[in-house]
């Protein structure tokens, strides 16, 4: 089964993320705004990974002094999804 999300990030320089899943494997990820380089990296190293794999390794990871980045929202819109 595939899914499609565009999630809404809250917190964070990015404004929203595309994500595609099929059977829980990410297919692709593409943020909008924040840090491109950095965003692209992420989106490259979690694509084929288990969604579940990824929340694991994402969830938590913050910004600064903010409580959450691009990673964990991220890894909260796999949360949704799955």
Do not use: H, W
Not at 8 to 36: A, M, P, Y
């Amino acid at each position: 089964m595939v899914i499609i999300m565009k999630y809404q990030t809250k917190g964070t320089c990015s404004t929203s993320i595309d994500i595609e899943l099929e059977n829980g494997i990410v297919q692709s990820v593409s943020f909008t705004g924040g840090c491109n380089g950095n965003l692209q990296g992420i989106s490259k190293l979690v694509t084929g990974m288990d969604a579940r794999d990824a929340i694991q390794k994402l969830k938590g990871i913050r910004c600064g002094y903010k409580s959450t980045s691009c990673p964990d929202q991220l890894a909260q819109a796999l949360e949704s999804m799955i």
